[in-house]
């Protein structure tokens, strides 16, 4: 028998399949009571392996590649991928392009605050708040639809410029839903911001100071919560920040109140660009002239995400592929910080904390895997065979 | 033929199949009514009972290394808790079947079982989850029990009797929310407690802890703990209105009042955020126990000849 | 500080060293140093941190392929607009750098992604569990290399 006895460790493990995480991802929560102790995160299920698979597809083809990094910013993917291309090839996209550029950046980040938004109600157990920010979320991804085409996947972006037109339609179309959207934020941000049940939950917890988001090199509304001013659009602007700029919020409470109070903030930011863009835009070409192979070159190209800064980082060797892609999202960056706050707080506390990051770990995990019922083991699906498998599937579909 | 009726009373009605039926009804009008003001569609009229009737039907998963009488038996008992409960109480604002003096503690006791047993049915599997689901049941069973009880017999020490049917003739001559208004306040946001509605649901809480205490049910387990669940709640319904919105006297006056009251509830539900566990006993402890035994020396102290 | 400011106080800090760097300029923001001694890095970032540009934003590797038999591994750091490149050079085998985790606790994830995707053996570390990859992934398969072959993981 063993007579020492050792402290035993309860762990909660939220993930990768947990209602609270809408994306798979694993957090391993060891907790005293309802203390969080220790964390431990696990990342990697929706490792896609796009980096390696980058390097195999042409130019062109990795647009589309790039674009399904993410779901939720799927634009902003693509125009860090276009940005940093057209830098190796000297190309710069026309000032109307780089507008609409900008004004779908702005409406996806909208999209994704207001998602964001929700998710954190509904993680703090109001779930009225998300059906109510969700709900006013489908004005701004019709928008987008009537825009793009697309809810989801806007694919706006072409190497040398934009897909797509604005009409005197559409621009009535995005002033009236914004108009709408900016009274319900305001409205939002009263709640957040008065709501005493709500506040319960929000003031004083996951608090990072502006040291700690600093060293553990938080990014986006997070970091700026924190009274880090660090923004990408104010920093290095990009595409037509420069001709729009935007003003950084910041907030020095660091908790997760400022997280709600910042996010919340910003949109009207985004409000007031989108008029202002909308007003002046520019006209002229929508696309510039691409080469089909790039000069061989280096390109580092920082955008600001929804959740904050995205890196590209694209070696070219003047062939039609790239040598090397790699992309730094904002999650990654503040998953540190959710692991190292999480400790101390009740277990009710984390899922939070967790959200208040606005944590993607799509864009997170970019190898293709693939288990197949009838192969238990598992194989690894080259991108021809993957190909054939969709089409045998479907036609084994029509018989 | 005096079997005969006893067995009606307890099967068919006002307990047993008609119980159901209404706690299942008045469950739809709660899910429903939540829609709506989330801004929902909400479930159709026969979603409780098409839940019902498929968890009856689905296999029951026991699993390893729990006590299976336990496992099996505490469902049951949280059911037959509420539904005895229920014959004490002038529901549908009948006469209630059995009725003796004190019977209104026993009826407390009786709805408490319901959350007794899903955490001990919590504590029994070896789930992390439901342990700490089970963990936050029980704690909150303390947090609310006491302040909930005192406020329900409130309105026993000015009718001066502890039993149901006394009160609630007492009460239809007087509005006891207008003269104990904390009483009644404390009573409803007992009520939600003991049900884990939110801003009460951090028992099961399933952003956190899955499904909390009854994760691993599944099944018949499950079914007869949700139908337990309707019936306290239109058992705890009849007896708050009964003491506190002037008495249950007939079966129109118990459907407009007792509605009247989980719309209050509904509301609450969709207005709030879920409290953490720490929160929920610091409120009651702090201030609904106290506001509680406050108005009963008011009481006391009026009522001195 | 503007970005021609960082760039003067960044060269300023990598001229103390000048005997282990190559400095240039491959775009008006952006400063690239070559670090030839490995054991050289380490002191460069944090003379880059006491000034206040140590903000890490990526470290990236690049293989160059079997028949070079090296790897890139490039610290990007972003104060401000610019962009300072810290590059150095590692052999394909027994590939070896130190950790920052000490200095900067953010690069543990960047060095957890370097340790199994190329196979850089993080001296200072003080894990070598998957973060991305698999639990049965094999060992010593690395999926950035070049010579990455998806078939060896079909039985």
């Known amino acids: ?399 | 033929m005096n079997w005969f009726f006893v067995l009606l009373s307890l099967m068919v009605f006002p307990g047993g199949l008609f119980l159901l039926a209404g706690g299942m009804a008045y469950e739809w009008v709660d899910r429903k009514m939540l829609a709506v003001f989330q801004n929902r569609a909400g479930p159709r009229w026969f979603q409780p009972l098409a839940d019902t009737v498929k968890l009856l039907i689905k296999e029951e998963i026991i699993p390893d290394k729990v006590n299976e009488i336990l496992f099996i038996g505490l469902p049951i008992a949280a059911l037959a808790g509420g539904l005895t409960a229920a014959l004490y109480v002038p529901v549908a604002g009948l006469t209630p079947v059995y009725s003796f003096p004190g019977d209104l503690i026993v009826t407390l006791y009786l709805l408490s079982l319901l959350t007794l047993c899903m955490g001990l049915a919590g504590a029994n599997t070896l789930d992390r989850f439901s342990l700490i689901g089970a963990t936050r049941t029980l704690t909150q069973v303390f947090s609310y029990e006491a302040p909930f009880l005192l406020a329900m017999l409130g309105p026993a020490l000015v009718a001066g009797s502890w039993q149901i049917s006394d009160i609630n003739a007492y009460a239809g001559g007087h509005w006891l929310i207008l003269t104990q208004p904390v009483g009644f306040i404390v009573a409803v946001i007992g009520f939600m407690g003991k049900l884990v509605m939110p801003p009460f649901d951090a028992p099961e809480a399933h952003t956190e802890i899955g499904a909390g205490a009854l994760t691993e049910y599944s099944g018949r387990g499950l079914a007869f703990f949700h139908l337990a669940k309707a019936v306290e709640l239109i058992v705890g319904l009849s007896l708050v209105s009964a003491f506190y919105l002037g008495g249950l006297a007939n079966p129109l006056e118990f459907l407009v009042k007792t509605l009247a009251l989980l719309f209050v509830l509904i509301g609450l539900q969709s207005l709030l955020t879920r409290m953490r566990i720490d929160q929920t006993v610091g409120m009651w402890w702090r201030y609904g126990t106290l506001v509680v035994l406050a108005q009963w020396l008011v009481i006391i102290l009026v009522m001195r000849p | 500080m503007n970005s021609e400011e960082i760039i003067t106080v960044a060269t300023g800090v990598v001229k103390s060293w000048d005997w282990a760097t190559e400095t240039s300029r491959p775009l008006p923001k952006q400063l690239d140093v070559k670090v030839k001694l490995i054991k050289e890095l380490v002191p460069i970032i944090v003379g880059l941190r006491v000034k206040r540009l140590g903000y890490l934003a990526a470290i990236t590797g690049i293989d160059l392929g079997p028949e070079v038999g090296e790897m890139d591994v490039l610290y990007q750091f972003c104060p401000g607009d610019v962009v300072i490149t810290l590059r150095v050079r590692v052999p394909r085998q027994e590939a070896m750098l130190p950790s920052l985790c000490e200095i900067i606790p953010s690069a543990e994830v960047f060095e957890r992604e370097l340790q199994e995707m190329f196979g850089i053996q993080m001296l200072g570390l003080h894990t070598t569990e998957h973060l991305y990859l698999p639990d049965d992934w094999p060992d010593g398969v690395y999926p950035m290399r070049k010579d990455f072959d998806p078939q060896i993981l079909s039985h």
Request: charged share 25%; hydrophobic share 40%; proline share 5%.
């Open chain 1, 1 to 399: 028998m063993n007579t020492k006895q050792e402290p035993q460790r309860f762990v909660i493990p939220i993930g990768p399949q947990h209602p609270a995480l809408k994306e798979p991802g694993n957090f391993q929560f060891t907790v005293d009571g309802e203390i969080v102790t220790k964390a431990i995160v696990r990342l990697g299920y929706a490792h896609r392996g796009i980096e390696k698979a980058a390097e195999e597809r042409t130019w062109i083809q990795d647009l589309y590649l790039i674009e399904r990094v993410c779901g939720i910013c799927s634009h902003i993917h693509a125009l860090a991928y276009c940005l940093a291309v057209e830098q190796l090839a000297h190309v710069e996209a026309p000032p109307r392009a780089q507008a609409i550029r900008v004004l779908v950046a702005e409406l996806e980040r909208i999209h994704s605050h207001f998602l964001w938004m929700g998710v954190s109600g509904h993680e703090a157990g109001f779930d009225t708040f998300f059906m109510y920010s969700w709900r006013d979320r489908e004005r701004v991804m019709n928008i987008l639809e009537k825009l793009t085409g697309n809810r989801v996947n806007y694919s706006a972006n072409v190497l040398g410029g934009v897909k797509f037109d604005l009409d005197q339609e559409q621009i009535a179309s995005i002033r009236g839903g914004i108009d709408f959207l900016e009274e319900r934020t305001r409205h939002y941000l009263d709640v957040v911001a008065t709501d005493f049940m709500f506040l319960q939950r929000t003031r004083g917890i996951g608090v990072m100071s502006r040291a700690q988001a600093e060293i553990m090199g938080a990014v986006g509304p997070t970091a700026r919560a924190s009274n880090v001013a660090r923004d990408v659009r104010k920093d290095a602007p990009y595409a037509a920040y420069k001709e729009y700029p935007v003003d950084i919020i910041l907030d020095e409470r660091g908790d997760l109140e400022a997280r709600f109070e910042v996010r919340l903030k910003e949109l009207f930011e985004s409000f007031h660009l989108i008029r202002k863009i909308l007003d002046t835009l520019p006209g002229g070409e929508l696309t510039a002239r691409m080469p089909r192979k790039v000069p061989a070159g280096e390109a580092v190209m920082r955008v600001e995400a929804p959740r904050g800064e995205l890196l590209y980082f694209i070696r070219s060797n003047g062939s039609d592929k790239p040598e090397r892609l790699k992309i730094r999202t904002p999650t990654i960056c503040n998953l540190t910080s959710v692991v190292k706050l999480a400790i101390g707080h009740q277990l009710a506390d984390v899922p939070m904390i967790l959200a208040g990051i606005d944590p993607c770990f799509s864009c997170n995990d970019r190898s293709v895997q693939i288990r197949t019922s009838n192969d238990p083991d598992g194989r690894m699906l080259s991108w021809d065979e993957l190909r054939q498998h969709g089409i045998d599937f479907y036609k084994r579909l029509e018989k």
